[in-house]
């Protein structure tokens, strides 16, 4: 007697298929080569790819979980990346100041003290240096670096053993997927589905900023999931691995307070040994760096007036109605501020916690880029909300810039083109909020 075939699971099925297609997106962009010259094609293969997504985690959602479907999606995961990781940086030029910052460390001077213009470092301008290529094309070359004591040395360990462009994005490509694995292992631990996994796994924001562009945040995503994985039955450690990602990227200290709270400070020892561990840590990182605190502060003085208004949400419009960058820029830091607080005080559920707060904080930040929106995907896998995957959808369309600055050397953002991004996003957010509302007065 013949047994019949085993059919494939259904979501399987579904999942090759998405694969698949996303796939060849993703083919497709690193066919085009140096993508700032082709903008209008990325940008098209990039909504196109949020479309293909969008309706994948639709049909994974409404489909029976197989146990196989969590490796394709892994899998799947891992060959967009790879498909983008050989592509040399073209999006962005902040690949090219990590490699810099790499390169004077390894020479003997602190980041923070020298600006790359500076006249000392003429030398290490010249044709034939690794990063030569793109000293002058970085992100503020007048100004010392602006990144964080931590990253300073990755980027420093990473120039000795792999100073091109494509190599220097390993570590962030690494930490990119330690967060996807992460994510996988907590959900399923919790009785998770397939389709939160793919938020972040097959999120086309996070494969291009992060494969393609190799943008040091993924370093400060893997912290802040590594903390809440950890934060309820080990709060005290939690703190030291958020104290590592703000080491990282700044963006997860407003995440501090709730960890410190939550491991007993100020009321118990066990809170004033964590916060003392959060101090040594960042002690240990900063030394190496402690004689160019000066230039730090000018600097940030310096970044704080030259960028702002790139991008943002609501920032332009408290500056519409104030007329006062200080003023707009003061409100929403008292609003983050204020949530911080409050948060922390009531000892909130961390997940949540997160979410409201770094969406908080990209709603009120006074730039807006689009890697800044990969930073709240992970936390999607928990809040799958429908407002906040658009926006990262939408975000693409913040590269027309690059039309602009081609045609007219102006570096200015679009107007009509972020209210095309932000509008959709409020309005679908608007009726999310109202949809809640009515189910819990109903129920």
């Not at 999942?15 to 094609?41: C, K, N, Y």
């Not at 293969?45 to 197989?66: F, S």
């Not at 044709?127 to 290529?133: I, K, Y």
């Not at 997940?351 to 800044?372: D, E, H, K």
Request: charged share 10%; proline share 7%; net charge positive.
């Amino acid at each position: 007697m013949n047994s019949s075939p085993r059919r494939l699971p259904p979501q399987a099925l579904i999942a090759l298929v998405a694969i698949v297609s996303l796939e060849a997106v993703f083919a497709a962009m690193a066919r085009l080569g140096d993508l700032s010259i082709h903008i209008p094609e990325f940008m098209a293969l990039a909504l196109g790819g949020g479309v293909l997504y969008v309706i994948a985690l639709y049909a994974l959602e409404h489909t029976r979980d197989n146990r196989v479907v969590l490796w394709l999606v892994l899998v799947g995961a891992l060959a967009f990346r790879l498909t983008l990781f050989s592509q040399p940086p073209s999006l962005s030029t902040d690949l090219h100041r990590y490699r810099w910052d790499g390169m004077v460390q390894n020479e003997g001077w602190n980041p923070y003290a020298v600006a790359p213009t500076d006249p000392r470092l003429a030398p290490l301008h010249a044709q034939g240096r690794p990063a030569a290529a793109g000293w002058y094309v970085m992100p503020v070359p007048e100004i010392p670096t602006m990144y964080p004591p931590l990253a300073q040395l990755v980027f420093r360990a990473t120039w000795r053993f792999l100073p091109d462009p494509v190599g220097f994005k390993l570590p962030f490509v690494l930490a990119d997927l330690a967060v996807a694995a992460l994510l996988a292992g907590w959900i399923r631990s919790t009785g998770g589905r397939n389709y939160q996994v793919a938020i972040y796994a097959w999120n086309p924001l996070v494969v291009v900023e992060f494969a393609s562009s190799g943008h040091n945040d993924a370093l400060a995503i893997a912290c802040v999931v590594a903390t809440l994985m950890i934060i309820r039955r080990a709060p005290a450690k939690s703190t030291l691995t958020l104290t590592a990602g703000a080491l990282a990227k700044a963006f997860p200290a407003v995440l501090l307070p709730l960890a410190l709270c939550r491991a007993g400070w100020p009321g118990k020892l066990r809170g004033w040994i964590a916060a003392g561990g959060c101090v040594a840590l960042a002690a240990v990182c900063v030394w190496p760096y402690r004689h160019g605190w000066r230039e730090f502060l000018g600097m940030l003085k310096y970044y704080q007036l030259i960028f702002r208004n790139y991008h943002s949400s609501v920032y332009p419009v408290l500056l519409w109605l104030t007329g006062s960058h200080v003023v707009a820029a003061g409100v929403g830091e008292g609003v983050v501020i204020g949530l911080v607080v409050c948060l922390a005080l009531r000892h909130a559920e961390p997940t949540r916690a997160a979410f409201l707060l770094i969406g908080t904080v990209l709603l009120f930040a006074p730039n807006g880029y689009s890697w800044y929106f990969t930073w709240i995907v992970p936390l999607l896998c928990f809040y799958p909300s429908p407002a906040w995957l658009l926006l990262t959808i939408l975000e693409f369309l913040s590269y027309k810039i690059f039309l602009n600055y081609r045609a007219l050397g102006v570096w200015h953002f679009d107007p009509f083109f972020q209210w095309l991004c932000y509008a959709p996003f409020y309005a679908l957010l608007g009726w999310e909020i109202l949809r809640r509302r009515a189910e819990s007065s109903s129920a």
